[in-house]
């Protein structure tokens, strides 16, 4: 599979995780299996974003891109997620995250060792917290760096990004659920990671798509707040009995 195709499968995972924690009860079959599909999609985009910073032209622009998607998707993504009412303030959203996880990606690429790259890497993954997959996606990404191009060392990295977002998610699931339920519930948390691992590591051939490279870079930014902005759109209507 070249990139544009695992981003597409990334997307629709990603589609589903936000459908069901929208409008499905959590603690369903169905509200598990897709909130458990969408966790593909971020350990996937740190995994790409840590490539494609290798071989964009301008990392200025990258980081742009990602600030200026960062800024039009936070009220799409407050819009979607507000639990009661219609608009409050979620956190903010993947893109960025996603930022953040650009600004490792280049400390670690230009600074030298030491007490102040150490103490910059420290403040951009607690920078997180306030934002969706808070430490997990920073900590991924710092792992997919020191991992390289080498394909072991990035199955590795898949490997702990399952364990430590498992460890992340364990606690809430023991004050849920009992304690064997919640050790299950962990378990199967961790299956969009491994899934995202294994296409990345066992299918993706290391190319992009030979046509419609630049409708699917654009694609790809779109999709995030023009999904969440529908989505949004529709748990309001469903609220107010309009649907």
């Not at 981003?7 to 458990?36: Q, R, S």
């Not at 800024?71 to 819009?79: F, G, N, R, T």
């Not at 910059?120 to 430490?135: F, G, K, Q, R, T």
Request: aromatic share 14%.
């Amino acid at each position: 599979m070249n990139r544009e195709t695992i981003k597409y499968i990334a997307m629709a995972a990603m589609l589903l995780n936000h459908i069901a924690i929208v409008f499905l009860e959590p603690g369903t079959v169905l509200y598990e299996v897709l909130i458990d599909v969408g966790y593909f999609t971020a350990a996937a985009m740190c995994c790409f974003l840590v490539e494609g910073y290798q071989y964009t032209r301008s990392k200025k622009n990258y980081a742009l891109r990602l600030a200026v998607f960062a800024v039009l998707s936070e009220i799409p993504y407050c819009l979607a997620f507000t639990e009661d009412g219609y608009l409050s303030f979620c956190g903010m959203n993947m893109m960025f995250t996603l930022l953040l996880c650009f600004g490792i990606v280049h400390v670690m690429n230009t600074m030298p060792k030491g007490s102040g790259r150490t103490g910059l890497l420290s403040a951009l993954v607690l920078l997180s917290l306030i934002s969706d997959w808070a430490l997990a996606a920073p900590i991924f990404t710092i792992w997919f760096v020191k991992a390289g191009k080498d394909r072991k060392s990035i199955r590795k990295a898949f490997g702990k990004a399952m364990l430590l977002f498992g460890i992340l998610n364990l606690p809430q699931n023991l004050q849920l659920y009992p304690v064997r339920e919640a050790l299950e519930r962990t378990v199967c948390c961790t299956f969009g990671i491994a899934a995202a691992g294994i296409c990345i590591t066992f299918f993706y051939n290391g190319k992009q798509m030979e046509r419609g490279q630049k409708f699917s870079k654009w694609f790809f930014y779109l999709f995030y707040p023009v999904h969440l902005l529908i989505l949004g759109v529709l748990r309001i209507a469903v609220t107010e009995g309009i649907l």
